[in-house]
Structures are given as structure tokens and as C-alpha cells.
């Protein structure tokens, strides 16, 4: 059972434009969200995150929301930029009940931003 | 301050054979974590390991599978008896001590490449 699910496989945005990314999550108990952007042949690299406590945060050119009620976060990145061209996960993780360090990824989505 | 260093970055193992996967943390930190990336798959966690001791290994097949962290040295990922279904890309993230929960302080290193032939 997939705790975590980005139902969009791949992504095609034009040079900038907004590219947004939406993840769908399940487990109530979850209260901190991430995002991590993965090349080709490298480790993820953490990119922006929210607690459960908010409903917004932004940095840069990327603005992560949460709506908790949805069970639902999606990330957007205004102007995509072709270097924003790789594949993103999205993670979540509890820190109720000694699940710490245990992050739950999605499946993720691979975004090409065209010139 | 060099990253989370894997090694080694590829390896083959003929069935039956043992794998064994070296993460060393940034400095500094003392927490590791090992998460395993099937094909199409997303990062699956695996185990949470401190300094000589294993926090969470919830995500560790039962049989086969370990992980150690000593007081010296890498962090170990072994699998005894490798089979095909073993192939995947194994990935470490560590972080500082303090922070028991993987977050923006933590780092991942660039994975190993098991094949299993």
C-alpha cells in the first residue's frame, strides 16, 4: 500500500512557465513533508520541505503547499528553468512513535522543462 | 567538507555472493541511513543506524540483509547470497547528531549500482 503517491510520471513544461508537481500522501499521522530532485546517476539532493504545522513555504523559486485537509502537497517552480530538468520525489515522515528517520518516498515525477 | 561518500559506486555479484556497500557520513554526523531504489521504484527506506547501534531496521529484508555502524570506520550494508532480485541502486543519507528525523540537515551520497548476473 503506497503511503505516498505521485500519480504523474513525467512532466513536459516550456522554458518559464510554472512547473507544478502534486503528491498525494494517506497516513494522518505524517507531519513533515519533502521534496528531493534526483539527476541521472547521483543521490537526491533535498530541495525544500514544510511541517504539518503550515500551509506554505517558499524559497526561491520554489513554493511547497500543503493542504492538509486533501492529504495533498504540490510543488511549484516559477520560472522552470531546462537545469530544473530531473526527476522529484516526494517524502514524508512522522516524528510520532519512533519512526523517526524513516522517510516515505513517492515514486516520483521527472520533469523536462523545454528552451 | 566532501559529501556522503559511497563505495563502491558499481558492483557486480554473480548469484550466491556476497555485496557489501560502504557509506561514509559527512563529518560530523552520526546518524546513517540506507534506502534502496528499485527500477521505476522510489527510495524505499531500509535501516536507521547511530554510532554502534541499529535505531530502526523496519525496512530490512529478514533474512540476508544487514547493517552495522561502528564506533571507527564506514557504515556496512551486507547481503549474503545475492539473488537478481537484490539489483537496484542502494543510497546513504546522513545526518548530524541531535536530529533524530531526516531532514534538511540531512545528506545523501551518490549510491551503488548493484548488479546481481
Known amino acids: 500500500d503506497q503511503q505516498v503517491k505521485q500519480n504523474s510520471p513525467s512532466l513536459s513544461v516550456q522554458e518559464g512557465r510554472i512547473s507544478i508537481l502534486n503528491c498525494d500522501y494517506t497516513n494522518s499521522m505524517f507531519d513533515y513533508f519533502l521534496w528531493y530532485k534526483k539527476y541521472p546517476a547521483e543521490g537526491p539532493t533535498f530541495l525544500i520541505s514544510i511541517s504539518s504545522i503550515k500551509d506554505k513555504n517558499e524559497d526561491g523559486r520554489f513554493t511547497v503547499f500543503l493542504n492538509k485537509s486533501a492529504k495533498h502537497l504540490s510543488l511549484h517552480i516559477v520560472p522552470s528553468q531546462p537545469g530544473d530538468s530531473a526527476v522529484y520525489f516526494c517524502a514524508a515522515t512522522s516524528n510520532y512513535g519512533g519512526s523517526q528517520g524513516n522517510l516515505i518516498f513517492g515514486k516520483g515525477t521527472k520533469l523536462s522543462v523545454k528552451p | 567538507n566532501a559529501g556522503v561518500m559511497q563505495n563502491p559506486r558499481h558492483l557486480v555479484r554473480r548469484r550466491g555472493q556476497e555485496a557489501r556497500l560502504r557509506c561514509s557520513p559527512m563529518?560530523?554526523?552520526?546518524?546513517v541511513y540506507w534506502y534502496r531504489q528499485l527500477p521505476e521504484e522510489g527510495l524505499k527506506f531500509m535501516v536507521y543506524l547511530q554510532k554502534e547501534n541499529i535505531i530502526d531496521e523496519s525496512g530490512m529484508p529478514k533474512e540476508r540483509f544487514s547493517a552495522e555502524f561502528p564506533k571507527e570506520g564506514p557504515s556496512i550494508l551486507r547481503i549474503q547470497q545475492v539473488v537478481r532480485g537484490d539489483s537496484a541502486a542502494y543510497f546513504c543519507?546522513?545526518?548530524?547528531?541531535?536530529?533524530?528525523?531526516?531532514?534538511?540537515?540531512?545528506?545523501f551520497g551518490q549510491g551503488t549500482r548493484l548488479t546481481v548476473v
Open positions: 563529518k560530523g554526523h552520526s546518524h
Open positions: 543519507a546522513s545526518s548530524p547528531p541531535g536530529q533524530g528525523v531526516l531532514n534538511t540537515e540531512a545528506f
